[in-house]
């Protein structure tokens, strides 16, 4: 391996894939992580990440002068962040491709996926082949939906 290839992430797919598109508070997220590899490497380990966001936003009337005028804030805030190892370090060759499971129990204390006007909560996900001194190989961030 060359000097330059340590500055990519290997020539590896990781993708997600959920049992079902919504998933209660009360339960475990199911699914599988799927990978194939073209190229030659070992992995640290293979893991999910997952974060639940909130956005708000609140408007109120400010007296500027003999004018009222609106005044809005907006704030973004991260309620959780969390990691599931699913899988430890591997070897893979070119051509390698396998479908692992997992099962993620989600943190009760962290509201589920909320749309409204004023406020937002969103749950999101990604798969990840972690690589010692490469880049890691991951896939775009998911919405997830989370009800009670």
């Known amino acids: 391996m060359g000097f330059l290839s340590k500055l990519q992430a290997p020539k590896a797919t990781i993708a997600v894939l959920l049992d ?3 998933y209660s508070l009360r339960e475990p997220l199911q699914g599988k992580l799927d990978i194939s590899s073209s190229e030659e490497f070992d992995t640290d380990e293979i893991r999910i990440e997952f974060s639940v ?3 708000t936003k ?3 009337q400010k007296q ?3 004018q009222t005028v609106p005044v809005t804030a907006e704030q973004n805030a991260t309620l959780h962040k969390g990691k599931l190892t699913v899988a430890g ?3 893979f060759t070119s051509g390698f491709r396998d ?3 997992f099962s993620l129990s989600l943190p009760s204390n962290v509201p589920p996926t909320y749309r409204g006007q004023n406020a937002r909560n ?3 996900m990604k798969g990840v082949i972690g690589v010692k001194g490469r880049p890691d190989v991951e896939t775009r961030e998911t919405e997830v939906v989370i009800t009670y």
């Open 20 to 22: 079902r598109g919504t």
């Open 53 to 55: 966001t909130e956005w």
């Open 58 to 60: 609140a408007t109120q």
């Open 64 to 66: 500027v002068g003999q």
């Open 89 to 91: 370090g591997r070897h």
């Open 99 to 101: 479908s692992i499971p």
């Open 122 to 124: 969103t749950w999101m």
